[in-house]
């Protein structure tokens, strides 16, 4: 009969079988992540909570039939806008003759049938041949000009509408300019990419003091948000590592504010240079090149449940239980929900259902990761979510006292999307200071479309206001401050004639 071993006796091969387990475990969570990353969907979305929140089929048929009533009004406001042409169509000559009795005493009937056709017209550059005007007096001492045309740069041979599009094109539309150069080349204006590089590059010089302004207007926001995303440079043989950071906010107005910063490196340097001195808070995810900035006498740190939750996602293909917190974390969004659905959003009312409702919630998910914590390898993918959670608990929990702070930090995410499928499409960046420029146009471009501005009648008029506008002003240059007040101008003050 064998002899039972003490419980406390040492055993060699437990040790090792609990580390090879552990090992499994993290090589079947890769094994998962690689096999959806490759053959399966990589989102990881949450279920519709906003539809779970409507129990009975009549408030869902109400709330489909309002949004499409939204939808067409939507539509029918940019049939609108759209640019127009009224093409008339007249009776050929032969017919012209009453089909009745053959007469041809034949009248206009109202103002005929219209009907409406949407057709692509190839856009086109001109070559514009400005002549301006000399008068001379007769005395033979004096000579009058007319003014010459308004151009971004002296001596320039491409005017302001021309640089809009190269901007939006690359930054909006993430297009490399070698396609560009291509498709300027066969509306029968030469172009090669040298050009429009350099004419790039001459437009975020004359915007560099928006954008600079822009980004001291979001570091003094009581809320930013902020992430950081790489960015290839060139170097003789092989590229460097470059990094992209956004830092944003949403003003009283709702309007959103979005700015870049480009470095050479991550660390903490870029955040202190942006948001170094202020106070308020910052929503970030657990990265420590942000601490610099969120020291006891900084910004307070607002921690992501998105980031939690993709934990979590990720470690259910070795820990099923990880369900259990995703669910909890779904509760959380269902408060969101249920929040925008009353349109109490960033409201008194706002904070007191989160106390209410998400206090609880977040009551027993602590709990819970209490007990899960001991019962998994620190090194497994559940492991290390639980880890990620507990540590990060104090900065996940402040958005049920505030309720301007958001529950996640994919504001943040969203405003670094364009910059990533442009990444794709032309790989890295020439230098530094390319990577600066691009930077700063990147923020005036996703800051108009944040607030539905076209980015190239924006930048085709402010390329030339910006350099005589007085610097002590210059925030009404910034496209939320644009569009206000070019909407100003096109309304007629009452005191004013109508022409």
Same mark, same amino acid.
């Given at each position: 009969?064998?002899?039972?071993?003490?419980?406390?006796?040492?055993?060699?091969?437990?040790?090792?079988?609990?580390?090879?387990?552990?090992?499994?475990?993290?090589?079947?969570?890769?094994?998962?992540?690689?096999?959806?990353?490759?053959?399966?969907?990589?989102?990881?979305?949450?279920?519709?909570?906003?539809?779970? *929140?409507?129990?009975?089929?009549?408030?869902?048929?109400?709330?489909?039939?309002?949004?499409?009533?939204?939808?067409?009004?939507?539509? /029918?406001?940019?049939?609108?806008?759209?640019?127009?042409?009224?093409?008339?169509?007249?009776?050929?000559?032969?017919?012209?003759?009453?089909?009745?009795?053959?007469? =041809?005493?034949l009248r206009p009937?109202?103002?005929?049938?219209?009907?409406?056709?949407?057709?692509?017209?190839?856009?086109?550059?001109?070559?514009?041949?400005?002549?301006? =005007?000399?008068?001379?007096?007769?005395?033979?001492?004096?000579?009058?000009?007319?003014?010459?045309?308004?151009?971004?740069?002296?001596?320039?041979?491409?005017?302001?509408?021309?640089?809009?599009?190269?901007?939006?094109?690359?930054?909006?539309?993430?297009?490399?300019?070698?396609?560009?150069?291509?498709?300027?080349?066969?509306?029968?204006?030469?172009?090669?990419?040298?050009? *429009?590089?350099?004419?790039?590059?001459?437009?975020?010089?004359?915007?560099?003091?928006?954008?600079?302004?822009?980004?001291?207007?979001? /570091?003094?926001?009581?809320?930013?948000?902020?992430?950081?995303?790489?960015?290839?440079?060139?170097?003789?043989?092989?590229?460097?590592?470059?990094?992209?950071?956004?830092?944003?906010?949403?003003?009283?107005?709702?309007?959103? $504010?979005?700015?870049?910063?480009?470095?050479?490196?991550?660390?903490?340097?870029?955040?202190?240079?942006?948001?170094?001195?202020?106070?308020?808070?910052?929503v970030v995810d657990?990265?420590?090149?942000?601490?610099?900035?969120?020291?006891?006498?900084?910004?307070?740190?607002?921690?992501?449940? /998105?980031?939690?939750?993709?934990?979590?996602?990720?470690?259910?293909?070795?820990?099923?239980?990880?369900?259990?917190?995703?669910?909890?974390?779904?509760?959380?969004?269902?408060?969101?929900?249920?929040?925008?659905?009353?349109?109490?959003?960033?409201?008194?009312?706002?904070? =007191?259902?989160?106390?209410?409702?998400?206090?609880?919630?977040?009551?027993?998910?602590?709990?819970?990761?209490?007990?899960?914590?001991?019962?998994?390898?620190?090194?497994?993918?559940?492991?290390?979510?639980?880890?990620?959670?507990?540590?990060?608990?104090?900065?996940?929990?402040?958005?049920?006292?505030?309720?301007?702070?958001?529950?996640?930090?994919?504001?943040?995410?969203?405003?670094?999307?364009?910059?990533?499928?442009?990444?794709?499409?032309?790989?890295?960046?020439?230098?530094?200071?390319?990577?600066?420029?691009?930077?700063?146009?990147?923020?005036?471009?996703?800051?108009?479309?944040?607030?539905?501005?076209?980015?190239e009648a924006y $930048?085709?008029?402010?390329?030339?206001?910006?350099?005589?506008?007085?610097?002590?002003?210059?925030?009404?240059? *910034?496209?939320?401050?644009?569009?206000?007040?070019? /909407?100003?101008?096109?309304?007629?003050?009452?005191?004013?004639?109508?022409?």
């Amino acid at each position: 009969m064998p002899r039972e071993l003490p419980q406390d006796h040492f055993c060699p091969w437990r040790e090792e079988a609990e580390e090879l387990k552990e090992r499994l475990t993290s090589l079947e969570a890769k094994m998962a992540t690689l096999e959806r990353h490759v053959f399966g969907r990589r989102a990881e979305r949450l279920p519709t909570v906003a539809a779970e *929140l409507r129990a009975d089929a009549d408030a869902t048929a109400a709330q489909a039939e309002a949004a499409k009533k939204k939808r067409q009004q939507r539509a /029918a406001r940019k049939a609108e806008e759209a640019p127009a042409r009224e093409i008339r169509h007249a009776v050929p000559a032969e017919e012209r003759h009453c089909p009745a009795c053959g007469g =041809e005493n034949l009248r206009p009937l109202g103002k005929g049938r219209t009907s409406v056709l949407y057709e692509y017209v190839p856009s086109r550059f001109e070559k514009q041949v400005h002549v301006q =005007e000399v008068l001379a007096c007769t005395c033979g001492r004096g000579v009058v000009t007319a003014p010459p045309p308004a151009k971004v740069v002296d001596r320039g041979e491409y005017g302001p509408g021309f640089l809009a599009h190269v901007v939006t094109s690359k930054c909006a539309d993430a297009m490399p300019l070698h396609r560009l150069a291509q498709r300027v080349e066969r509306s029968g204006v030469p172009m090669s990419r040298s050009t *429009l590089t350099d004419l790039f590059h001459q437009a975020a010089s004359v915007l560099l003091p928006l954008s600079q302004h822009l980004l001291q207007c979001i /570091a003094s926001a009581d809320v930013v948000w902020a992430d950081e995303t790489p960015l290839r440079v060139l170097d003789v043989k092989k590229t460097k590592l470059g990094y992209l950071w956004t830092f944003l906010t949403q003003n009283e107005a709702g309007q959103w $504010l979005i700015g870049y910063r480009f470095s050479m490196g991550r660390a903490s340097k870029t955040p202190k240079e942006v948001l170094g001195g202020t106070r308020g808070a910052l929503v970030v995810d657990a990265y420590t090149g942000y601490n610099a900035v969120t020291l006891p006498q900084g910004r307070v740190r607002v921690g992501c449940w /998105a980031h939690v939750r993709r934990r979590f996602f990720d470690a259910l293909a070795t820990a099923p239980e990880a369900r259990e917190a995703m669910d909890f974390i779904l509760e959380l969004y269902r408060v969101e929900a249920q929040a925008r659905e009353a349109d109490m959003v960033r409201t008194a009312a706002h904070r =007191e259902l989160r106390q209410v409702h998400s206090a609880p919630v977040l009551a027993r998910l602590h709990a819970w990761l209490e007990a899960q914590a001991p019962r998994h390898p620190p090194k497994s993918p559940l492991g290390q979510a639980i880890s990620y959670a507990l540590k990060q608990w104090e900065a996940l929990t402040r958005f049920v006292e505030n309720e301007r702070l958001p529950l996640d930090n994919n504001r943040s995410e969203a405003a670094l999307r364009k910059a990533a499928l442009g990444r794709k499409n032309f790989l890295f960046v020439g230098h530094e200071v390319a990577g600066e420029n691009l930077a700063g146009l990147y923020a005036l471009v996703a800051t108009c479309e944040a607030n539905q501005i076209n980015p190239e009648a924006y $930048l085709a008029d402010v390329l030339l206001r910006v350099q005589m506008h007085p610097n002590s002003r210059i925030g009404e240059l *910034l496209p939320h401050e644009w569009v206000r007040r070019r /909407a100003a101008e096109l309304v007629p003050s009452p005191l004013q004639p109508s022409s």
